[in-house]
């Protein structure tokens, strides 16, 4: 009977506490935070946005969401063992992404209409991984060293994928579709 | 009486009398109505409380405390007011609250567990924080048009948050350590964000809803 008061309470004082600022209590909560190397999470809802992400070190990740038309990000990491995170929804989205170094990936996806990506990896062991869906979509893909894999998938009308691979032992699938 | 004369006066009454404050458990209130009062009070020791309420225009408060457990607490309401607060040692908070327009709210910060908690509601406000240390904690809170938000900590695990809603606002963050997280929250529109943050495992957390906003993040 003590332990049930005891919970009861404890409970209250835990939806309390969630009760003051709901808002504030859920946009606290960090994803994921990395033992090592930095972490960044932006989510931008609406038009017109701008996110412009520079990071540089080891273990580095980047997790972007932009839902809406006409939104663009700016992405670089340099350094090792670096990943990126992208949705965007929407039309007339663009990223420009840039990583410098081995083992860095870049995994997402664009779902509406004309939107694209350029993405360029330096070093080895890169990995790109990105799927695009709806109509008038693009894709563009270059990556030097050894080793690297890029995997596109595309569904829709009117689209265009490019991938440039400078080195030697490297992988590109591409698969598009309607 | 002339400003010169208020600002003098408030000056020799609480500076005077912050000698008697240092020590434990004091509680210090200042209440000032009208326009270019200014008030500074000192307090040092532990568990001691500082209230300033200040109604008017153009008035301003400082207070400095140091030790363990204290707490300020300025509220400023009307045009142009300045609040300042200075703290060193550990477990010390610090609210600062102000209501209208063109205010400024300054708060720094040195130790451990030290928090700061500054409300902002009107427009071309401005709040400037610092903390260096370790586990420190600041919260900007702005609603209005065409306010900033300046956050510097340095240190380890310290945290910085700011919620701004209204338009044109501009928040940037300046973190320097190890495990120091950094959380902006922009609602409306044309809202910039900045931040920037240097050693391992820190975090950036970026939410903007609304339309014409920019998000600049930089780690490394």
């Known amino acids: 009977m003590k332990k049930l008061v005891t919970m009861i309470l404890l409970l209250i004082g835990l939806s309390q506490q969630l009760m003051a600022s709901p808002e504030l209590a859920s946009f606290n909560e960090l994803d994921a935070i990395p033992v090592t190397g930095n972490y960044a999470d932006i989510n931008q809802q609406g038009m017109d946005n701008n996110v412009n992400l520079r990071q540089q070190g080891q273990h580095q990740q980047a997790k972007i969401n932009q839902i809406d038309s006409m939104n663009t990000a700016e992405l670089a990491q340099v350094g090792r063992d670096n990943q990126i995170a992208l949705l965007q929804q929407g039309q007339m989205n663009q990223v420009n992404a840039f990583q410098d170094g081995r083992h860095n990936q870049l995994q997402g996806s664009q779902m509406g209409k004309d939107n694209s990506i350029n993405t360029r990896q330096l070093g080895n062991d890169n990995l790109i991984h990105f799927q695009q869906q709806g109509q008038g979509n693009a894709i563009s893909i270059e990556q030097t060293g050894q080793a690297n894999q890029a995997s596109v998938s595309q569904t829709g009308r009117g689209l265009t994928a490019s991938v440039q691979q400078n080195g030697s032992m490297q992988n590109i699938a591409i698969n598009q579709g309607f | ?220």
């Open chain 2, 1 to 220: 009486m002339t400003s010169l004369n208020k600002i003098t006066l408030a000056a020799l009454l609480v500076i005077s009398s912050a000698s008697v404050y240092a020590g434990d458990n004091q509680d210090a209130n200042i209440k000032q109505t009208g326009d270019s009062n200014w008030s500074f009070a000192a307090q040092g020791g532990s568990r001691n409380d500082l209230d300033v309420t200040q109604e008017g225009s153009r008035n301003g408060a400082i207070a400095q405390q140091s030790g363990t457990d204290n707490k300020v607490d300025i509220k400023s309401v009307g045009y142009g007011n300045q609040a300042q607060s200075y703290q060193s040692g550990s477990r010390n908070d610090a609210s600062l609250k102000q209501t209208g327009s063109s205010n400024l709210a300054s708060n720094f910060q040195s130790g451990v567990n030290n928090a700061t908690d500054i409300k902002q509601t009107g427009d071309r406000n401005m709040a400037n924080t610092g903390q260096m240390g370790r586990a420190n904690d600041t919260t900007i809170t702005q609603e209005g048009y065409g306010n900033a938000a300046f956050g510097y900590q340095e240190g380890t695990l310290n945290e910085n948050d700011v919620k701004q809603e209204g338009s044109i606002n501009y928040s940037g963050t300046s973190q320097h350590g190890t495990a120091n997280h950094a959380d902006t929250l922009q609602q409306g529109l044309l809202n910039s964000s900045a931040i920037c943050q240097s050693g391992e495992s820190n975090a950036a957390h970026v939410a903007q809803s609304g339309r014409g906003n920019m998000s600049q993040v930089i780690q490394y």
